[in-house]
């Protein structure tokens, strides 16, 4: 079990890293599409680009249309943020000293649902608002799913674990 406390530790700072990095870049963009502040335009208006700040260097790019920057640049920026964050939480529960908790259980909830219905219903808006969707992004929703599935069946073990540990704290 140290060695599952140990990856699982190192896991969870990579994520919780990646999760802050992600939110951050997502709030930056947004304060940057609502002042406009390091924002250039490209190709006639066509395009954007994001700067890093205080500099003229693009960071990040796109179409230049609100339909595009909300449902394809910003929300699934900010959605990788949250799964990774969730996914932080995860490793964070292997790294507890009991392995069968509510909590765990609730993480590994939020992670599968998550990952089933947040990927399908941003193509959803993304296909109604911004006329199309990003290429290849139908298997990436795909991959989310069965990452959701496999997490539904963890949620399950996770489950009847704390149900079983419950039953043997009384019978002590």
Not at 10 to 28: D, E, K, Q, S
Not at 48 to 62: Q, S
Not at 142 to 156: E, P, T
């Amino acid at each position: 079990m140290k060695n599952v406390k140990i990856v699982s530790t190192v896991l969870f700072y990579i994520t919780r890293i990646l999760a802050v990095m992600y939110l951050c870049i997502a709030l930056y963009s947004l304060i940057v599409l609502l002042t406009e502040w390091s924002y250039i335009t490209k190709k006639g208006g066509n395009n954007f680009a994001i700067c890093f700040p205080f500099t003229d260097k693009p960071f990040l790019v796109g179409e230049n249309n609100w339909g595009y920057k909300l449902f394809n640049f910003l929300l699934p920026i900010g959605a990788y943020g949250f799964f990774f964050l969730v996914l932080s939480n995860i490793f964070n529960v292997f790294r507890g000293a009991k392995l069968f908790t509510q909590y765990g259980v609730d993480q590994l909830n939020y992670f599968f649902l998550g990952n089933i219905i947040i990927p399908f219903s941003l193509i959803l808006l993304a296909s109604i608002f911004a006329g199309k969707i990003e290429e290849g992004l139908e298997w990436l929703a795909v991959v989310h799913f069965f990452l959701g599935v496999f997490a539904f069946f963890m949620a399950a073990i996770f489950r009847q674990g704390l149900l079983l540990q419950k039953e043997q704290d009384l019978f002590i």
